[in-house]
């Protein structure tokens, strides 16, 4: 059993957050048969026994595709995808590119992150929340160590179906106290209040 994520020479600029939610008491039974490669690592939310994140990074477009072509044609994965639609509630896929100039870059082990969740109310906002949200969070001690917005685009893999007709960004940061009510010209960007979740990874065996 372990627990890997990207390689200490590669960056993903190209992330998939899946947003999961099992059957009651089904998470332990669900982890051992994800479909993990070398990029991904899964979350249990904190105070959510039976919700999950996963974060699969990808070098680009052209990776990811290979990456998930390679896993749907392997001979295991028809009884794979039986047992996960047995075991998952609800599942939403959040294609996003990375913000920050150097992608996502973890060592083989994360530690626990806290995510900040938000959906504003157009997508032309995306760059005013990112640059204001985190020198917000920057002041308040808590400065994002990675930022994702929607990919805005058609996906090219439709066996992976993603959350479609959102304009959604994602600040990952390590956890150091709540976080301070939004000031009110950030909060008028989004349609709800932000999510805030506290992410702790898991072990599971990679396939």
């Known amino acids: 059993m372990n ?11 190209i992330v998939e957050f899946h947003n999961i939610r099992v059957e009651r008491g089904r998470a332990a039974d669900l982890l051992p048969i994800v479909p993990g490669h070398d990029t991904s690592v899964y979350f249990a ?15 680009d477009l052209a990776y990811r595709r290979r990456a998930l072509l390679a896993a749907y044609a392997d001979p295991g994965w028809p009884m794979l995808r039986r047992q996960r639609s047995d075991a998952i509630a609800d599942e939403s896929v959040h294609l996003m590119r990375a913000l920050n100039p150097g ?18 109310r157009f997508q032309e906002q995306i760059g005013n929340y990112h640059l204001w949200l985190r020198l917000f ?19 090219e893999f439709p066996a992976v179906p993603v959350r ?11 956890p150091s106290g709540p976080v301070p009510p939004l000031p009110p ?5 989004l349609r709800f209040q932000p999510e805030c979740l506290m992410l702790e990874p898991q072990r599971l ?3």
């Open 137 to 155: 969070l920057r002041k308040a001690g808590m400065d994002p160590f990675a930022s994702f917005a929607t990919l805005e685009m058609e996906n």
């Open 3 to 13: 627990v890997q994520w990207v390689g200490a020479g590669a960056a993903s600029h």
């Open 164 to 174: 479609r007709n959102r304009s959604e960004h994602i600040a990952l940061m390590r």
């Open 205 to 207: 065996r990679l396939r």
């Open 45 to 59: 939310v904190a105070e959510t026994p039976d919700r999950l994140m996963a974060i699969n990074g990808y070098t």
């Open 185 to 189: 010209e950030l909060r008028a960007m």
């Open 103 to 120: 992608g996502l870059r973890l060592g083989p082990a994360p530690r626990a992150c806290l995510a900040i969740i938000s959906e504003l």
